[in-house]
């Protein structure tokens, strides 16, 4: 029986040696006891290495990123390590966007989350005093495992927008929802609100729009579904 040979393909040999060389680098890392191999990522390409993960301390970083160095065939590496209080802030960070969001989406508002060595820093503009109040209230939350501060401001719109325009703004986004078919009526923050909407979950989402406003106190509903219903915005270009 014979038996034929031939060389890798380029692309096939450099895979196979990045593999190898990953698995060289995990071997030298398991050696030295300070690291902790399952806590550190490794990925090659092209002997380029990056470690990624969360390790205890710098001196582990040094210790990872020296001995990944050592090994024959690195040819550069990219420290992606971080370090616990680091990890926290990304987490705390990521806690504030998903809290903030809605107001920071808000057309009139313009907000920015920094978060560095252990503070939470809250800045920008917002376009009134209720959604200031809301920004501060929500920042107190964030303030359990970090500091925290703020520098907003209070934005004078160019022209007075009244809370039923802002309101109807809102409305607007909401898919089934065509604001000329929606009746409105704002007193001192109870909102009555009437008309028609294509479907239930229309319905349903309008009033959470309406409640997610932080100057709305109660939300009274009269909002009937007509599944035939012709959308103005539905029918638009």
Same mark, same amino acid.
């Given at each position: 029986?014979?038996v034929?040979?031939?060389?890798?393909?380029?692309?096939?040999?450099?895979?196979?040696?990045?593999?190898?060389?990953?698995?060289?680098?995990?071997?030298?890392?398991?050696?030295?006891?300070?690291?902790?191999?399952?806590?550190?990522?490794?990925?090659?390409?092209?002997?380029?290495? +990056?470690?990624?993960?969360?390790?205890?301390d710098? !001196?582990?970083? #040094?210790?990872?990123?020296?001995?990944? /160095? =050592? %090994?024959? &065939?690195v040819?550069?590496?990219?420290?992606?390590?971080?370090?616990?209080?680091?990890?926290?802030?990304?987490?705390?960070?990521?806690?504030?966007?998903?809290?903030?969001?809605?107001?920071?989406?808000?057309?009139?508002?313009?907000?920015?989350?920094?978060v560095r060595?252990a503070?939470?820093?809250?800045?920008g503009?917002?376009?009134?005093?209720?959604?200031?109040?809301?920004?501060?209230?929500?920042?107190?939350?964030?303030?359990?495992?970090?500091?925290a501060?703020?520098?907003? +401001?209070?934005?004078?719109?160019?022209?007075?927008? !009244?809370?039923? #325009?802002?309101?109807?703004?809102?409305? /607007? =986004? %909401?898919p &089934?929802?065509?604001?000329?078919?929606?009746r409105?009526?704002?007193?001192?923050?109870v909102?009555?609100?009437?008309?028609?909407?294509?479907?239930?979950?229309?319905?349903?989402?309008?009033?959470?729009?309406?409640?997610?406003?932080?100057?709305?106190?109660?939300?009274?509903?009269?909002?009937d579904v007509?599944?035939?219903?012709?959308?103005?915005?539905?029918?638009?270009?």
């Amino acid at each position: 029986m014979s038996v034929v040979s031939a060389p890798l393909a380029a692309g096939a040999r450099k895979a196979r040696g990045d593999a190898d060389l990953r698995d060289t680098i995990l071997r030298s890392l398991d050696k030295a006891p300070e690291v902790v191999p399952a806590s550190v990522g490794v990925a090659v390409t092209s002997g380029v290495v +990056t470690l990624s993960g969360t390790v205890p301390d710098a !001196d582990v970083r #040094e210790i990872a990123v020296k001995r990944t /160095h =050592q %090994v024959i &065939g690195v040819l550069a590496v990219v420290d992606d390590l971080r370090l616990p209080a680091e990890s926290r802030e990304i987490e705390e960070a990521l806690r504030a966007a998903s809290l903030l969001g809605w107001l920071a989406d808000h057309p009139g508002n313009d907000l920015h989350i920094t978060v560095r060595n252990a503070h939470l820093l809250l800045s920008g503009t917002v376009a009134g005093v209720d959604y200031e109040r809301a920004a501060r209230e929500i920042l107190q939350d964030l303030a359990g495992t970090l500091s925290a501060s703020d520098m907003i +401001t209070i934005r004078s719109p160019a022209a007075p927008v !009244d809370l039923e #325009e802002q309101l109807l703004q809102e409305l /607007h =986004q %909401v898919p &089934g929802v065509d604001t000329t078919k929606i009746r409105l009526a704002v007193d001192d923050g109870v909102v009555r609100v009437g008309g028609m909407v294509s479907t239930y979950d229309a319905r349903h989402d309008a009033a959470q729009a309406l409640w997610r406003h932080p100057a709305v106190k109660d939300v009274h509903r009269t909002i009937d579904v007509v599944p035939d219903i012709r959308l103005d915005k539905e029918a638009a270009p």
